[in-house]
């Protein structure tokens, strides 16, 4: 029995190399999911960003040194000759994957940095919204419409990117002219009332503001200065205090 060959190997040998593989294999699997959970649990305690890029990282050591275990006693190949290609072959890739060794030193630059991170609320070039997640490739932002942008981390490192308060955030304006010789005090103090009765599209720790600020032959600038409650969007709450304020007397006929 021990004649019968197998890919060119005996039985035995062959049933021993299979062996070896499958236990390497599940070896890794385990180690790979204990690492992730391990990290994942280690950056949620300390101030250090948790994101993906960290788990990925640590899951693709893992996997490379299980392949490398399993080289000389499966396969037959020297692990140093096959690091020595492979840094060889590196060479050659890295010029064809620029961006996506780009984007890789971009993600670890920023959470290492402290740039971003989940939670954070940006502005990426005129987007706004909150970081969910940061990887190895890109850096994801959703806004409160619930688009989500994901932005390569090459560009994100390039572009300007703008830290907001939730007060900043959640700020929504709507601009209004009023008439020539209105009382503003009362024109101020109806536009807070219709504000008021919007409470559960605005945040109830910050008030609404009215603010004045010119004059010209159409009538008084008027700016409501509103802030949105979390899930509340600007369009729909611009929509509903414009209709709730339509038809008063001191709006200007432009």
């Known amino acids: 029995m021990d004649d019968v060959l197998i890919l060119g190997l005996t039985l035995p040998d062959f049933v021993r190399r299979v062996a070896f593989l499958a236990i390497a294999l599940l070896l890794a699997a385990l180690a790979s999911h204990a690492l992730s959970r391990a990290l994942r649990r280690a950056l949620d305690a300390t101030d250090v960003p948790s994101a993906s890029i960290f788990v990925n990282i640590g899951r693709g ?43 890789l030193i971009g993600g670890l630059s920023l ?24 990887s190895w490739r890109a850096t994801t932002v959703r806004n409160r419409l619930g688009d989500e942008q994901v932005i390569p981390n090459s560009v994100l490192n390039k572009t300007a990117l703008e830290h907001l308060t939730l007060e900043t955030e959640s700020l929504c304006e709507v601009s209004l002219v009023v008439a020539h010789g209105a009382d503003l005090a009362v024109v101020e103090g ?14 109830p720790d910050i008030p609404p503001r009215v603010f004045f ?16 409650a979390p899930g509340a969007l600007p369009a729909s709450t611009r929509n509903t205090l414009v209709r709730r304020l339509a038809g008063r007397p001191w709006l200007a006929r432009v």
Do not use: H
Not at 193 to 200: G, H, S
Not at 213 to 228: E, K, M
């Open 61 to 103: 050591l893992v996997w490379a040194l299980a392949v490398l275990s399993v080289l000389q006693p499966v396969f037959g190949i020297e692990p140093t000759a096959f690091v020595a290609a492979l840094g060889v072959t590196s060479l050659a890739l890295s010029l064809g994957l620029q961006d996506t060794i780009s984007n």
């Open 111 to 134: 959470m290492v940095g402290r740039v971003v991170k989940p939670g954070d609320l940006v502005d990426v070039a005129g987007f706004v919204g909150e970081v969910t997640d940061v």
């Open 190 to 203: 109806e536009i807070l009332d219709a504000a008021r009765e919007m409470r559960e599209l605005l945040n």
């Open 213 to 228: 600020s010119g004059t010209d032959v159409y009538g008084v600038q008027c700016s409501v200065s509103l802030r949105l």
